[in-house]
């Protein structure tokens, strides 16, 4: 009898255990989870050609939500919770640009440090540089950008689907620089050349240039006996305040040249494409070092029948 107690008591016991516990029903409800698809629209950059486009998208107050990045122009579809939203869009899979910063104002665009006589394959700390760039970091050229921002984008609870569709344009700037009828062009004498005052990034959500300022290092073509050219993408130029432009020459024998080119970014009315242009280069012969008090060895040939346009 005693034990017949002792087990009609248990049983009352796990019974006010079981029904005491509290638990969360299983949500069956998916209407706040809504399948978006993201399109873009080129008719600003038909020609462009991405690798792959990236989407960052935050939460009205600035704050990061999710990042998606598809592998084709075209955009794709997503699935995302309903509620209202904040885009930021640009191309990626880039070599020289990263992301940096995960709030909607302060998301940007740089590029990877370099140096600065990297085009001819030489590093050199003691590299002479114009007297108002020598704090300057360097950073390697951008590829071209094309991006954008959606300012408010609504996902609908309880829709069976939405969409957006954004508009990219290119937002970087293209220099084109000619130094025309250069003396003493040898394949025995490596040039490359740097230029000064560039914006190290690009804000998405302010659509302008941001931070202090960059020196980015150039790479020059022989496009004959007596020319170089080269193609510069940067973010722009002067993104803090008005700034001194300079393009500096260098040579493998470590001679040296510094022009003040800032007429010619300043006085533009195209900022997104500016052609610079220097005349009358003159190259050290090319059994010729560079000699100079200075430890670094380095010599600045002076040429006093430049002429910049």
């Known amino acids: 009898m005693k034990r017949r107690f002792a087990i009609a008591a248990l049983l009352v016991a796990l019974v006010c255990v079981i029904q005491s516990c509290s638990h969360k029903d299983l949500c069956y409800d998916h209407n706040h989870v809504v399948d978006f698809e993201i399109k873009f629209d080129w008719s600003k950059a038909p020609d462009a050609a991405p690798r792959t486009m990236v989407v960052r998208i935050f939460n009205m107050d600035g704050s990061f939500y999710r990042r998606y990045e598809f592998i084709t122009r075209e955009g794709g579809k997503v699935r995302l919770d309903a509620g209202q939203y904040k885009m930021l869009f640009h191309n990626g899979d880039m070599e020289s640009v990263r992301e940096v910063?995960?709030?909607?104002?302060?998301?940007?665009?740089?590029?990877?440090?370099?140096?600065?006589?990297?085009?001819?394959?030489?590093?050199?700390?003691?590299?002479?540089?114009?007297?108002?760039?020598?704090?300057?970091?360097?950073?390697?050229?951008?590829?071209?950008?094309?991006?954008?921002?959606?300012?408010?984008?609504?996902?609908?609870?309880?829709?069976?689907?939405?969409?957006?569709?954004?508009?990219?344009?290119?937002?970087?700037?293209?220099?084109?620089?000619?130094?025309?009828?250069?003396?003493?062009?040898?394949?025995?004498?490596?040039?490359?050349?740097?230029?000064?005052?560039?914006?190290?990034?690009?804000q998405l959500a302010a659509a302008g240039a941001s931070a202090g300022p960059v020196t980015i290092p150039i790479a020059l073509e022989r496009r004959d006996e007596h020319t170089f050219t080269a193609r510069v993408v940067s973010f722009g130029h002067c993104p803090v305040e008005k700034l001194s432009h300079w393009l500096s020459v260098y040579t493998t024998n470590q001679y040296y040249y510094h022009f003040d080119v800032s007429s010619q970014f300043h006085e533009v009315e195209d900022d997104g494409n500016i052609l610079i242009i220097i005349e009358g280069l003159k190259l050290p012969d090319p059994d010729a070092t560079g000699m100079s008090p200075s430890v670094s060895g380095w010599s600045d040939d002076i040429n006093n029948d430049i002429n910049m346009n």
């Open 101 to 202: 910063d995960n709030d909607y104002n302060n998301y940007s665009l740089t590029t990877i440090q370099q140096e600065l006589l990297a085009p001819i394959g030489r590093v050199d700390n003691e590299t002479p540089r114009p007297d108002d760039s020598e704090a300057q970091p360097v950073h390697n050229a951008p590829e071209i950008v094309w991006g954008g921002r959606e300012e408010y984008v609504e996902v609908r609870p309880g829709a069976e689907s939405g969409q957006v569709t954004l508009m990219p344009e290119e937002v970087t700037s293209v220099y084109n620089i000619e130094i025309r009828n250069v003396v003493n062009m040898s394949e025995d004498i490596g040039v490359s050349a740097a230029l000064t005052g560039m914006a190290e990034l690009w």
